[in-house]
Nanobody, 118 residues
Framework: QVHLVESGGGLVQAGGSLRLSCVAS????????VGWFRQAPGKEREFVAG????????YYANSVKGRFTTSRDNAKSTGYLQMNSLKPEDTAVYYC???????????WGQGTQVTVSS
């Protein structure tokens, strides 16, 4: 069982930046791919970004490509989502997840709220 805890959300003005962190409860964090997802009110959860176990491959939704960057530090059992040039439409609860591959997430965090004001 992998327990994930996100942090770093908050309120920011459009054009600003935030960095989300996702800390895992296991030392075998390096065995898992990490995904970032978000869910806005009234909308379905959507994929935002993903990174493979080693960090050598990253994946992004078209809506965030060029603005968001995902990375990881396996020694710290932590994944990151750097969000720049934030837009009001980025407002959502952001979740990190872990699993054997980006397309297969088995464990989910509790989510952190990101609100972007115009």
């Amino acid at each position: 069982q992998v327990h994930l805890v996100e942090s770093g959300g908050g309120l920011v003005q459009a054009g600003g930046s935030l960095r989300l962190s996702c800390v895992a409860s296991v030392r075998t964090f390096g065995n898992y791919a990490v995904g970032w997802f978000r869910q806005a009110p009234g909308k379905e959860r959507e994929f935002v970004a993903g990174i493979n176990w080693s960090g050598s491959s990253t994946y992004y939704a078209n809506s965030v490509k060029g603005r968001f960057t995902t990375s990881r530090d396996n020694a710290k059992s932590t994944g990151y989502l750097q969000m720049n040039s934030l837009k009001p439409e980025d407002t959502a609860v952001y979740y990190c997840a872990a699993g054997p591959q980006v397309q297969e997430m088995d464990y989910w965090g509790q989510g952190t709220q990101v609100t972007v004001s115009s």
